[in-house]
């Protein structure tokens, strides 16, 4: 297994080069667009590194999927989905025009920006700083506290530069999507972006959403099947489709250049980092990384 | 003239009723739904009264026109339309879609509500109290004093329940269409949709209109066509293909229901308010006022 | 006047390098790119010429002016509204988008393709060749059969690459916005795009359209007064808009480079002819011409 | 299980009555809305019959699936994919509005009608009826002779009232995404779509894409993998991304009201057929069967 990991990592490493790190947000900016690393815990719990496992990165919409889970596990289903739709969508991931011309005005998904933040605003407390709390507990028993941190520096430059986010809130309250005070959503919001990790805490929450329900922490049957059911369906922007033909897995991207990817059958969980991006916001050699390793180890679901 | 007026009023009151009042805006819900006024100032100069005259209303959109042509003044021709666009849509009044969809990510011109916010944002002045009062010393100079007020309750009405607008605003920002705090050119926006007046005043705004560039105060001979030109193609909302061809002179409406409109060839300026909507947003029984009116009087530019 | 023009022209002709000879359809691809010629026949009836005036082209979308007219002498204004919109739209010419997304299902506005198509498809008659020889000779009627004929091979290569078109019109069956052969109906559409004028022929046309509805042959009121305000706010695809503020006289292009333009107010009718386009499909060379034109003769109508 | 199929089927025969038959195919419209029925194979090869089985009907959309094995088969995965996108949609199934807004100007997927048109355009022959033979054939091989029929009537009546999918498939010409005769393409398509079965042809149709590659016939494991994947992330209209988190396995829809449903992991196969259907166009009663028997037997693949 090291072996394959070391020999993927390698004949992936060149494609940094034909990827972008994301400057929307000033701090990404600072991202290492040569740097390529992968974790894979297997089955029996095993722990396998290669490459750039050191650096730290921040979650990004890889945020989405606990923000979903902890409003799932805070709501139901029910209370989740009367204001989220289920339906995937070919759009790019902050756009609006899916909001407005939709008959039932509500935001597609809870992975694209607008059923994220519409999805973050289901999270329980009494304020920004206990939701923000009780989301971050959440991660960090996952992943244990030494590998999950917050990087005080991306959050004020999400919030600084985050107008595209903050229409869609103003959009989401206007709809009745959200209620309450849009900018204390959105803190939150850009506050779990920021949430900072490195590839074996990426792939030790990956690993989570690998085993059965009754693990540790315990979720409701349905609370691990709904997550896993949207990374694969939602779970890499516009390039969702793609990836399920291509890699076959559950798989969540964020801007970072951050991919948390997990096989349900093998009790997988992996985690990516190579900042330098896509056009469609994916990061350029992690999506080879875990078709290679698909192929590789048979791991699609089909 | 008069007969002619009270005539038409008197057929079209009925049409009230069919229409309905705009709740969107707490305040705006108050008004009267029956209500119809019409004040019609001809190339004489002489000012002709019917129906509702006294009641006193809200600009709404009808501000667009005067924000436009302050930001024409202040910034020029280009200055204007280097970040505005000049084609008609027949999409809604506040549609975020075509921002989205436009390769040219531009405002569609400066009457929708997102051409018209980044229009407001080309005013001059150190601060918003200082911009608006430019502005409301403008319209106040045309109109008289006496003729012109602020409603603060309708303002703190539109500032309160602005979420589509604040959407508007930030997208606008990250499409950097417009600059600077957007909190403040939304402030700037809801206090220009807050200048009241009444049918007469409506009129006198609107005789200018319909006078030369060297009337007073003067205009430029281009901010006077091109003022013109929106009115007639982007003034009703997506009702106004519809209302060039049934109407066939400039104007513009807001959701307080009223309505101004001009006959340029005939130096004739006119003020219409009745409270009840149209499904396009525009005064249901004042738009067929204004049909009435232009059949009878041959005011068609065409 | 016979100075000017020529100046006009002159000034302009360098323009023509920069627009491109449409190509999709093949014969049209053979037009003079560097041609531009004009005529002009002002209020007394006088005929003005300059530039390349004896090159021949095909009306092009010119043709749906006609076909309006026809169409709502034929049926009534309520037998062709009931089915085709009055609202111009931002979109290119040949948009499917509206019209699927549109509520009522009605092509917007009948200067449009589908529009124009849908219209084309109310003029009456018991083959497509009757319709269109009443078409035809409503045509040749105003503008003498000298000026008129029919380009057989532009007829042919329409008819063999209009794909668009034809998508277009099985959409406009599908909705009930057309009944009938579908591909009859396109054979009409063709024809009328593939007749032939030239500016003299053109401005003979326009002239027709600036005098009043008593003039031969005489028109209702109401068509003049319709087809002057759709060619205002419909007659330059998704440039409208800025025509009408920059040049301000109702005008329609077509992609043979043609335009024929109005000035109601004079009683002057415009033909110009210059087959390289701009991006938007309008001649490039004329656009200017006629904003030079009408700045330098006061034709706007604001 | 033959109880447990039983007891879903009389649980959900009442959901036949708050669904409706199809109607725009005139054909269609003579199902039994009332009929509910549905065939199960298992992993074991056992075949479980409940319910209305005897009835006879159309593929449909279904033969979107065996159009795009024989596409992948005839024409390898670029050959297809160069032309077809592979993103999931949550629009209608008729829609042209992403052909024309999405930039690459591609189908979207291969099982959303303007993608099957151009996939089923790929399938090899000389002629319509050789290609139409082909997939026949390939049908009938799978699910054996006696299964399988053709019914004219229904081909006929689509072939009749088709505008929307003719108008997709100019369109598709239009943008170069098929070649050569359209109405050729159509004809196959809509040949395609009245192939008959039942619901036991139905289950071993999908028998054979639960099994591996090496079951007869043999298929690529490329082939099966993307058509399981499309029908998981594509296969039920814009009810897709729902049907994955309440049901979660591949299946396909067709107007007919059937559904074709497989469970990789157990080997499974599922015909169901009730001819009323929801407002997204799924058999309003076979989606929930297939919710209850997916819990029941826990076939979700997450």
Redesign the interface.
């Given at each position: 297994m090291q072996a394959t990991l070391e020999a993927i990592v390698a004949q992936n490493r060149a494609l940094t080069a034909r990827g972008k790190v994301a400057t929307y947000i000033p701090e990404l900016a600072m991202g290492d667009a040569n740097a390529i690393g992968i974790c894979l815990i297997d089955g029996a719990g095993n722990i396998h590194l290669a490459g750039d496992t050191d650096i730290r990165f921040t979650l990004q919409s890889v945020s989405k999927v606990f923000a979903l889970m902890l409003a799932l596990e805070d709501q139901g289903f029910a209370g989740v989905f009367d204001r989220i739709?289920?339906?995937?969508?070919?759009d790019a991931f902050n756009?609006?025009?899916?909001l407005?011309?939709?008959a039932s005005l509500r935001p597609?998904?809870p992975l694209i920006n607008a059923g994220a933040i519409a999805t973050t605003a289901l999270i329980k407390g009494d304020s920004v700083a206990e939701r923000f709390q009780r989301l971050y507990s959440y991660i960090e028993t996952i992943a244990g506290s030494e590998r999950i941190g917050f990087n005080e520096r991306v959050y004020r430059s999400e919030k600084a530069t985050g107008?595209?986010n903050?229409?869609?809130?103003?959009?989401l309250?206007?709809i009745e999507a959200i209620t309450g005070d849009?900018e204390e959503v959105l803190d939150l919001y850009f506050r779990q972006c920021s949430i900072e990790t490195d590839v074996l805490g990426l792939a030790t929450l990956a690993r989570r959403l690998a085993l059965g329900p009754e693990a540790d922490p315990p979720l409701t049957r349905d609370t691990?099947?709904?997550v896993?059911?949207?990374m694969?369906?939602?779970g890499m922007y516009?390039?969702?489709?793609?990836f399920?033909?291509k890699v076959?897995i559950?798989a969540k991207s964020g801007v970072s250049g951050a991919i948390m990817a997990i096989a349900?059958?093998r009790q997988m969980g992996i985690g990516v980092i190579a900042p330098a991006l896509d056009e469609k916001g994916n990061s350029k050699a992690g999506v080879q990384v875990l078709a290679d390793l698909s192929r590789e180890l048979g791991l699609?679901?089909?």
């Open positions: 739709g289920m339906e995937p969508t070919g756009s609006i025009v899916k407005e011309t939709f597609l998904n107008d595209r903050r229409a869609i809130g103003y959009f309250r206007d849009v691990l099947r709904v896993r059911t949207f694969y369906t939602c516009d390039a969702t489709g793609e399920a033909v076959g559950p349900p059958n699609s679901v089909f």
